[in-house]
């Protein structure tokens, strides 16, 4: 995860040639991730998967509604970070990984 703070507001007058647009300087500040990295690649599988809706490919349809149960998912479209992280740690507990 990354945050972003704006430091700085640039006139466009700041720089030769002057483009036709204003510009702004930021701070991008890396945060350390809630995934451990030994399951890095498995999480960015499981992203991929979940981003593409393919939930069949992750979970059988039981496991889909208890991980759903379990992180409080009641509607797919409003999903929040916290609920996909027990939702991808219901996934490695139904694969054996934790």
């Given at each position: 995860q990354v945050s972003?703070?704006?430091l700085l507001k640039l006139p466009a007058e700041?720089?030769?040639?002057?483009?036709?647009?204003?510009s702004v300087l930021?701070?991008?500040t890396r945060h350390t991730t809630d995934v451990?990295?030994?399951?890095?690649?498995?999480?960015?599988?499981?992203?991929?998967?979940?981003?593409?809706?393919?939930?069949?490919?992750l979970f059988t349809k039981n496991q889909f509604h208890q991980a759903m149960k379990h992180a409080k998912v009641n509607n797919l479209s409003t999903i929040t970070y916290e609920q996909v992280l027990s939702i991808f740690?219901?996934?490695?507990?139904?694969?054996?990984?934790k």
């Open positions: 972003i703070q704006q700041c720089f030769h040639p002057k483009p036709k647009v204003n930021i701070k991008l451990p990295d030994k399951y890095w690649k498995l999480y960015t599988y499981f992203v991929s998967k979940w981003v593409n809706r393919e939930y069949r490919q740690n219901s996934y490695l507990l139904f694969n054996g990984r």
